[in-house]
């Protein structure tokens, strides 16, 4: 017999406006299908578990940015990214893995924006390693033919 599998669609949700992400949400694949721009929070570092995890896929390029921001921009002690984004220009055959600096605590994704990207089909993973700490990775396709992704990661 084979697997059965019920409510799968309850693990994607769509996000067009900005959104405080919930100590429930870990699992879940986000949308990010708005033109306008949006602002998606991770949830309080003290509600939110180690191991806690998402997918967000750029579903609609936004020129406007989602911006995915860990909670707390505080220089040394904030809540932090680790880990690198494959950047992939869409107009050059070149690649970089982008790592966040210390104390960044946003992601950018703006399909326009010089040194960035968030092209249709980008994704981000983020999983909370330990307190103030969540690792990323993932794919980001840019249209700006030299982009160096230095607007990926910004300070919070």
Known sequence: MGRVFFNTRENVQKIDVSYQCLASDSGKIFSLDSAAAVVVTLPIDSNALIGWNARFIVQTANDLAYTIFSGDGTDSGGDDFVGAILLQTTT????NYIAPAA???KIVLDANLANTGGNKGSYVDIIKLATNEWMVSGIVYSSDADSTGAALFIDG
């Open 92 to 95: 050059a055959t070149d690649s």
């Open 103 to 105: 104390n960044d605590a």
